[in-house]
């Protein structure tokens, strides 16, 4: 019992030994290493200044400097450890570095996943922001992309995080990539109308709207007749960069203003 508790002793000395002989070297790595996190901070500030100047891409800016940050905070860490004295234990890291990425890869699926899909979204671009989008039926303007998922604020407010992974395995409808976007609604008249004055009635108030596109030209066509009522369909296009003429807002105007000539010609 004695032996075993001198055993421990000599042990625990050596240990303090071995820790104020490397004590220098220690709080010389860790003063290492907040330095070179502060240095990397300050180069990846003026790297985003240069970058966003150069880019108006905020996905590509944002790729740049992860990659930028990654490298320079891996050789940082390399660097703090072989000031330790570990060169063999940087050596081993730096060799073994193929099979833990896939290990790592494999536990983060999801997160890789992600990450690679907006890589690939940097450099081939299904929308920008500003774009009005529909992913797995949620539906609205981008406002956020960042490199593992994308920002959409709904028609009702809602801020909706989508994973790049989905956006790339999903179908995306993208409503807004020319700044045009089609709308139409359908009205409902008697066989006693006037049909063909109707038609160009209807289509008076709608180049009478400033906010109706005259090129592509809105259509009014004759869509179906049933139980004696005349089905006209009307289509129109629509700047989707006009703040002041909101889809759902101009649909509503369009209507009331239809309502209200051919009220003026005395429909049924």
Same mark, same amino acid.
Request: glycine share 6%; hydrophobic share 45%.
């Given at each position: ?20 002989? *490397? =004590?220098?070297?220690?709080? #010389?790595?860790?003063?290492?290493? !907040? ?7 300050? @180069?990846? +500030? ?99 992309? *960042? =490199?593992?998922?994308?920002? #959409?604020?709904?028609?009702?407010? !809602? ?7 989905? @956006?790339? +395995? ?99």
């Amino acid at each position: 019992m004695e032996s075993e508790m001198n055993m421990l002793k000599e042990s625990l000395y050596q240990s303090w030994v071995n820790l104020v002989t *490397r =004590l220098p070297n220690i709080l #010389l790595s860790i003063l290492v290493f !907040i330095i070179g996190m502060f240095i990397i901070k300050m @180069i990846n +500030k003026y790297a985003k200044k240069i970058v966003v100047s150069k880019s108006n891409d905020p996905l590509i800016a944002d790729f740049i400097l992860s990659v930028i940050s990654l490298v320079l905070t891996v050789i940082l860490f390399v660097i703090s450890l072989g000031i330790l004295g570990f060169d063999d234990v940087t050596n081993k890291i730096l060799a073994g570095a193929g099979l833990t990425t896939f290990i790592i890869g494999f536990a983060l699926k999801d997160i890789g996943e992600n990450f690679i899909a907006g890589i690939l979204m940097a450099f081939q671009r299904p929308f920008r922001i500003g774009d009005l989008i529909e992913i797995d039926g949620v539906k609205g303007r981008v406002i956020e992309m *960042r =490199l593992r998922s994308t920002t #959409l604020k709904t028609i009702d407010g !809602i801020d909706a995080y989508i994973p790049n992974g989905s @956006i790339l +395995k999903n179908n995306l409808k993208n409503y807004t990539i020319d700044e045009l976007m089609r709308d139409s609604f359908i009205i409902k008249i008697t066989y006693n109308d006037a049909v063909e004055e109707v038609l160009e009635t209807i289509k008076s108030a709608l180049y009478k709207n400033k906010y109706v596109l005259k090129s592509p030209p809105p259509i009014v066509v004759v869509d179906d007749i049933e139980n004696e009522k005349v089905h006209i369909t009307i289509h129109y296009w629509y700047r989707t960069d006009e703040t002041k003429a909101p889809g759902m807002t101009l649909k509503s105007d369009l209507q009331l203003a239809i309502h209200s000539v051919l009220n003026a010609i005395k429909l049924d």
